[in-house]
């Protein structure tokens, strides 16, 4: 028996969150040099904007005063933890290897999913998570391997938190699912507040300098820090939360090939061997949902 229709478009729906967030790295190297907590209290704040317009517009229903102050905690946590700490795994830690840690998290939310009432976790959702964390790997380290030095315990410690926090904040809005989508608006404010206070104690302001970076700021406050959180928070709630955990491990491999589309990173034989690796794996965690859903008698 396949998944209804409802999961399967909600699923599709969360991973339009996916490809938003391929556009992060792109999108970051064009915002030029303004400090990461200033650039994440702007971006957020569009994105704010962007659940205020949604909710215009109709997109969102339900009334954020409904919510229960829990899920104001785990969104509030979520958002502006993970945030937190992968800045400071990037201070204390190689780029590289603070990165691969921090995406463990689509791997724990494959895990974690097996928690809930009613799903089950098949061989076919570990070996896909597991393949697209290989995948995204040989992306990360270019084909060179993970060689941790114990004097970035610090930072490895915060990239995991990270993991631990992305993929804790998901679950926790899969069990919290009658949490309207409009609750993110106000997830994405107080983050935004909070990364202001955070960008005004540690770091010193820089502006953007040219229109293009102020574009590209825009773009990123409307889509890999904006909409897609929205999209993201209505997927992991009604579609099908293994696959989703599985399928991000296209980020990155989107992510990279935007950067080769705009000449900041060049094609290799690694690359194509992620872009497999990633994909196979994308599409053995979900072939349940390739299944014809069984028809109503």
């Not at 904006?226 to 989703?244: E, S, T």
């Amino acid at each position: 028996m396949g998944p209804d229709p409802g999961m399967k478009r909600a699923t599709a729906i969360g991973f339009l969150a996916i490809i938003m967030w391929s556009l992060l790295a792109l999108l970051t190297a064009g915002s030029g040099k303004t400090p990461p907590f200033q650039l994440a209290a702007i971006t957020f704040a569009i994105g704010t904007g962007v659940g205020v317009a949604a909710a215009f517009a109709g997109f969102t229903g339900g009334s954020p005063r409904s919510v229960r102050p829990v899920v104001w905690v785990l969104g509030i946590g979520g958002l502006f933890g993970y945030h937190f700490f992968y800045f400071t795994a990037l201070r204390h830690a190689p780029p590289v290897e603070a990165s691969l840690i921090a995406y463990l998290w689509p791997l724990f939310i494959v895990f974690g999913s097996a928690l809930f009432p009613g799903e089950r976790l098949g061989w076919h959702h570990l070996a896909g998570a597991a393949i697209g964390l290989l995948g995204t790997a040989l992306i990360v380290t270019g084909g060179k391997g993970f060689s941790p030095d114990p004097r970035h315990s610090f930072g490895y410690a915060m990239a995991f938190g990270c993991a631990f926090l992305w993929s804790g904040y998901s679950l926790a809005m899969r069990r919290f699912a009658a949490a309207p989508t409009g609750a993110v608006t106000v997830f994405c404010a107080a983050t935004a507040i909070l990364s202001a206070i955070a960008h005004l104690g540690l770091e010193e302001t820089v502006w953007p300098v040219s229109a293009a970076e102020w574009w590209a700021i825009l773009g990123l406050g409307l889509m890999p820090v904006g909409a897609a959180f929205y999209v993201w928070d209505h997927g992991v709630k009604r579609g099908d939360i293994r696959v989703l955990g599985a399928a991000s491990y296209a980020a990155p491999l989107l992510s990279t090939l935007a950067l080769i589309a705009a000449g900041r990173a060049q094609a290799t034989g690694t690359i194509a061997l992620a872009c497999v690796m990633i994909a196979g794996g994308a599409a053995l965690a979900a072939k349940d949902m390739f299944k014809p859903a069984r028809a109503n008698s």
